[in-house]
């Protein structure tokens, strides 16, 4: 096995599948990065830590084919560290010893047996869809952050993607808040799909789709019962579904409000920000007083001080009052792009929704904090 | 007490003094920053935690003149957060409570009574002495990494500075390794100054200095028995100083060498990192081979594999072979500015010693590992 490509092209491969390896695993082949040469196609670069696979291709030039697995750490590392010049990589086929060169740098690493790198899972899907890559990346990030933690609850540590023919849903809950989002579906599907994405395969996905220069490009996922496979700018992404069942999530969300909110979203973020650094250290709990023209935002932990913020508003029916977790608020503050966003209430007692100003395809549900709580 | 400041005057004030906070203090005042509005003279802030004590003054409209302490994480938090527009500061001088406003943001904050808040000691300085503030922090740099963490030899923890007619001295020492820096003294004294500084207070004052815009200052000094005061830009940093006897280094410096190398800081330090990449864990120890024209680093870990590096050097003397701590090597070439540097040698199980090309007011010493050990 035999090769030339450059360093920067290399290293970034490897940092492409580098997200899919294991860092604590049992089988210690997982901890490796799987390298292939193939004469007139490139290199093959896999990861696959059995939660998350991810695949890409390289061009290089090949002298020698043949496979090898090394160990990431150490071959991310060194790439890394290499000055930008040609690297000659040289594997011993039947030690499975590396020889890296690099201008005045050697650096020789043992490997692993290509054969007993488990194979990504083939999906023998069903469904095969196609979306703008940017638009999926935007969903995703409208709602990853609202996950659970709860190990005990799977299917809550990840997000429902529910496909219908008109549109692609994403979902995520920790029952104390929850994020919706949703985007046009232009394939055609003969039923409704309902599979969910761990939390962590939505967080690579997300940063995988933003490193990608070319972003302009379609998405195409392919799903079978126990995984999902996303192709991307060349690159193949693999996720196992979890089983289990996702709460039915349409029933919490509200169907009609009694009070509307118009508000400049960078700065209530700023406002919550403030007001939330003397809050109660264990909930960080802030009220908010909906008034004619102006929004109060309130919090108070006894033994430090007070804080209390104003900001205007636009108020569409009753004038209201509700605690909540400054948190969840500055979580979606943070991740909506609009400059106006809308909040809609019903009652202190029910939940807060925050909507963007112009479409209906996001919503996001902050259940309150019972006063004195 | 009540005064106006504009909000990143405040803040960059408080930046300053934080430093000498006290982050977990058994006296709760410590813990906060002492505020005193002054007539005609402005805002004097305090920080103190036993060790360091740092005051600042700031330009500020005072209206009424009066003194507080308040907690330094609140104060700092908010007033970071604040808009970038006018800070009211009003402190009701019986309950101790302070009311921050700026535009729509108001805060109150408990406070502590002034007069709790321990004094900076008097330095009744017998020395007294000036020098280019840039000159100064320079030599901090080149030594401050290289103290040691050992809490039972409380000197090697700091540096010794030792001052003479003709020089300012500043040694630090693990005993594995020995920075030495030297600048020119130009203030007269009548005896050789001997004192140590703790390693923190040669991180804050490093920093301290960095942070200033107007370097071009002199820094003047002011030693007694048991604390130094620096006077920098408005800025006064008082540091107890450490008991106890520190080694007597002059002993270790080598007077005579075998061989001189000349090599490129910035070649060296990469092909070492890249070295020690693959170096036995516990001590990361490289090996270096001088010949004629080259130098080969060097190092073997045997469950992982070996690194082999060669750089062009300028060879005086004899060829050598040595083996040394990669870490200790890396921390130097990070800190040296100059594009070549000189690695002298007597043998393989004397010090290596590494010094600035143009001139001899830097010495950086190590000591070799046995080979195999």
Not at 326 to 336: F, R
């Amino acid at each position: 096995m035999l090769f030339n490509i450059f360093q920067k092209d290399f290293y970034n491969g490897i940092q492409i599948v580098e997200k899919a390896v294991s860092s604590k695993s049992t089988m210690t082949i997982l901890t490796g990065i799987y390298i292939e040469a193939i004469l007139d196609k490139g290199i093959h670069l896999i990861a696959n830590n059995l939660e998350i696979g991810i695949e890409y291709w390289l061009d290089a030039e090949i002298k020698e084919e043949g496979a090898i697995v090394l160990p990431a750490v150490q071959l991310t590392n060194i790439i890394r560290e290499l000055p930008a010049a040609d690297v000659l990589f040289k594997a011993d086929m039947e030690h499975f010893n590396v020889n890296i060169n690099c201008l005045n740098s050697e650096f020789n690493i043992k490997g692993f047996e290509a054969d007993e790198f488990p194979q990504l899972p083939e999906i023998k899907g069903s469904y095969s869809l196609k979306v703008p890559s940017l638009n999926y990346k935007e969903m995703i990030d409208e709602v990853k952050f609202a996950t659970s933690n709860d190990q005990t609850q799977p299917a809550l540590t990840g997000g429902l993607m529910s496909i219908n023919d008109n549109s692609i849903n994403l979902v995520t809950t920790n029952t104390y808040r929850l994020a919706f989002s949703k985007i046009n579906n232009t394939s055609s599907i003969d039923q409704n799909i309902n599979v969910i994405l761990p939390g962590n395969t939505l967080n690579e996905l997300s940063h995988l789709i933003d490193n990608d220069n070319n972003n302009s490009e379609d998405l195409t996922m392919l799903i079978s019962e126990n995984y999902i496979r996303f192709n991307f700018n060349d690159i193949v992404f693999i996720s196992r579904l979890i089983e289990g069942k996702f709460p039915n999530y349409q029933q919490v969300l509200p169907d009609s409000s009694n009070t509307k909110v118009k508000i400049d979203r960078t700065e209530f973020s700023k406002a919550v920000k403030r007001v939330s650094l003397i809050a109660r250290h264990d909930t960080n709990v802030v009220t908010l007083i909906i008034n004619q023209n102006w929004m109060d935002i309130k919090s108070n932990k006894s033994d430090i001080g007070n804080a209390h913020e104003t900001i205007e508003i636009e108020l569409e029916g009753d004038t209201q009052k509700i605690d909540v977790d400054a948190n969840y608020l500055m979580d979606v503050l943070k991740v909506l792009k609009e400059d106006t966003i809308v909040i809609e209430l019903i009652g202190s007692l029910n939940p807060l929704t925050i909507k963007k100003q112009i479409n209906g395809d996001y919503i996001y549900l902050i259940m309150p904090v019972r006063p004195g709580a």
